[in-house]
């Protein structure tokens, strides 16, 4: 008996727990969205028509590092984090820490119910340039110097590499750097998923503007071929993609700042562009047509205005233009706080400048603070039919679209494997190559027929001034190791040009350095020439807007003391042009060497001894006065110190 009822109860016991099993199988053979082999389309409509309306917009919630931890992503189902400039894990933070701390926030992404991988955003933008030891290339001012396609050299250099300074990403690539932004982490070290946030196709008209070194030149034209970084940093595109669509890929570029940063009125940072449609397609939008066409994953808008409508909120140019018209297909992503920037004083309406941010067709929004303040309130919002649904999911479906092509889904964590190729000697001798590239020989002897270039390696005695001769800071510039750059040498690893030239020159030769020597030090000293390094201080953003662009004292006067008493070549570390022509008759040799990074002391000594030419052409203006400002190739006024285009050219010294 006791055996019968066993036998009778159990039956309806094992088919209960055949039918959950089945269930199990049948939802776990349903989860579209978890099948690598199923179209990309169906595995977006899949995730999609599983997710709340809480889990949809915690996907448009761009996070701060300092705000975020596993819980944090667990809770509100944080579709990405960001550091911005200066944001580390930690003083001196190493690659392992860097990779554990985005690991750890990708765990609590995936512990969600849906499991949907977050994407990571830095502003990297001149390499890995929070990260201490990255190697540090040239900003952006000097690589559009080169006219050769630098990016080329820089993209497709190594099979295992650093991205322009960047973790490593992958085994066979390309190399990559300073225009793009938003990059996913997990591609990083060999696939920390990273969207890299910095991706300047800006076109500056006015180098008083505190952004200028992030623009590759004042001609689109110049602009629009250094969008091969796009290939370089994603890969090319398949013969049959869509257009407008992100390709597959391992780390997600950033076009910015959509649309006119560079124009703003009298250069002054998030101005207003004031110029008519015409001047706007032909000048500003360009790169982003060819951005566009080779798959760039996402585009950031720019805190500026055009014609006085902030472009935070401009429906017209970001739904209408950047994604109806041009058929972009990956996703629009604000600035830091930049909705918060759509009223005037910033979050005087928040709720308006959410409103208005996402209607506009913001997809994710960038929120370094308050972010349960952004989530509350579009919640409320689209609760109440104040922004429908439908926006709410295009944003999601491009955002999901690019976490996809990405491979997000099928390797969310990264791994280490790479870790030791930050910062070695390869992915500097590259930087080194680029600094070199970067630079324009504007003077080369008072008399054209006596050049002071190359200089003499086996002099008995050399000069070496300036403030910035033997500052890594100074020729690393902002956005390095901390928002605004840093002064000093303890900052990251690289060679000043002073270690640069005590390297080059032959052992016998003494090299003397002195910041600011006076006259009679100079005249008493029996030097043999000198090398004279000045120019600006670091800065980024705002803060290096300026209505003088003049060299930092004591520059002036060290020109003033030293080319006075013996021949002197004047290397001048700047992000843009800076006022020269008071000092130029003093100078024997000027030699313009932007901002060159951690690699551009052995860059600069390379080309001033001769062991390489020089062959960089100006690709801005340097005028002679700021009252001219803003003056460009091709205007009316045009009258220029040294014409855009120019650059003297020198050949390798023969080697014995």
């Known amino acids: 008996m006791g055996v019968n009822t066993i036998r009778i109860f159990s039956m309806p016991i094992c088919f209960l727990v055949v039918l959950c099993l089945c269930a199990a199988f049948t939802e776990a053979e349903n989860l579209k969205y ?13 995730l999609m028509k599983r997710m709340t309306l809480e889990e949809k917009i915690g996907q448009m919630t761009q996070i701060e590092r300092k705000l975020a931890s596993p819980d944090v992503m667990k809770k509100y189902f944080i579709g990405s984090v960001l550091s911005g400039g200066g944001s580390v894990p930690g003083p001196k933070a190493t690659a392992e820490e860097w990779v554990n701390m985005v690991n750890d926030l990708q765990k609590g992404a995936i512990s969600t119910r849906l499991g949907i991988p977050m994407i990571y955003g830095i ?39 650093e991205i322009l300074g960047f973790f490593p990403i992958r085994k066979t690539g390309y190399q990559i750097g300073d225009d793009y932004d938003l990059f996913d982490y997990g591609s990083v070290l060999q696939t920390l998923d990273s969207q890299l946030l910095d991706g300047k196709i800006v076109v500056c008209r006015d180098p008083r503007w505190g952004r200028c070194y992030e623009s590759y030149s004042e001609d689109h034209k110049i602009v629009q071929t250094m969008t091969e970084i796009i290939p370089g940093l994603q890969g090319d595109l398949p013969a049959n993609s869509r257009k407008g669509v992100p390709l597959s890929l391992e780390i997600a570029g950033c076009a910015k700042h959509f649309v006119g940063d560079g124009g703003t009125v009298n250069g002054i940072d998030e101005n207003n562009t004031v110029i008519d449609y015409n001047g706007l397609l032909n000048i500003h939008m360009p790169a982003y047509f060819d951005s566009i066409r080779k798959g760039v994953a996402t585009v950031m808008v720019s805190y500026s205005s055009w014609n006085g409508k902030k472009m935070h909120a401009n429906q017209e140019l970001v739904t209408g233009f950047l994604k109806n018209k041009l058929k972009f297909r990956g996703f629009v992503i604000s600035d830091w706080q930049g909705i918060d920037r759509i009223t005037s004083p910033p979050h005087v309406n928040y709720s308006y400048s959410v409103q208005a941010g996402i209607l506009a067709g913001i997809d994710m929004i960038m929120l370094p603070e308050n972010f349960t303040e952004f989530i509350d309130d579009l919640t409320f919002q689209v609760k109440n039919n104040v922004i429908p649904m439908s926006r709410i999911d295009d944003a999601v479906r491009r955002i999901l679209r690019v976490k996809f092509v990405m491979g997000l889904f099928e390797d969310p964590i990264a791994d280490l494997s790479l870790a030791d190729k930050l910062g070695n000697q390869e992915h500097r001798d590259l930087a080194r190559e680029a600094a070199r590239k970067s630079l324009v020989l504007l003077k080369n002897g008072k008399n054209a027929n006596q050049p002071l270039l190359p200089l003499a390696k086996k002099a008995p005695k050399i000069l070496v001034a300036g403030t910035h001769a033997d500052n890594l800071g100074y020729q690393c510039g902002g956005w390095t190791i901390e928002w605004q750059g840093v002064q000093g040498n303890d900052l990251t690893v690289g060679t000043t040009i002073l270690g640069a030239v005590k390297k080059t020159v032959d052992p016998s030769t003494q090299v003397v350095y002195m910041e600011n020597p006076d006259v009679n030090f100079v005249k008493t000293n029996g030097f043999s020439y000198a090398i004279v390094v000045v120019g600006e201080v670091p800065y980024a953003e705002m803060f290096g807007d300026s209505k003088n662009l003049s060299i930092i004292d004591p520059g002036p006067s060290t020109i003033k003391n030293v080319c006075g008493a013996v021949k002197c070549v004047v290397v001048v570390v700047s992000g843009r042009p800076v006022v020269i022509e008071p000092y130029l008759a003093q100078i024997d040799a000027l030699v313009a060497a932007w901002l060159p990074g951690s690699e551009g002391g052995p860059g600069v000594a390379d080309a001033l001894f001769g062991d390489y030419g020089f062959t960089g052409k100006l690709a801005r203006t340097w005028f002679k006065s700021v009252d001219q400002l803003p003056m460009n190739v091709g205007d009316p006024h045009y009258d220029p110190l040294f014409a855009f285009g120019f650059g003297l ?8």
């Open 34 to 46: 978890k099948d690598p082999k199923q179209p990309l389309n169906v595995r977006i409509k899949d």
């Open 649 to 656: 050219t020198t050949k390798a010294r023969q080697q014995n």
């Open 123 to 161: 502003d990297a933008v001149h390499g890995h340039n929070n990260v201490y030891k990255a190697t540090i290339f040239p900003h952006n001012v000097g690589l559009g110097v080169t006219r050769q396609n630098i990016i080329n050299m820089i993209s497709l250099k190594f099979g295992e590499f």
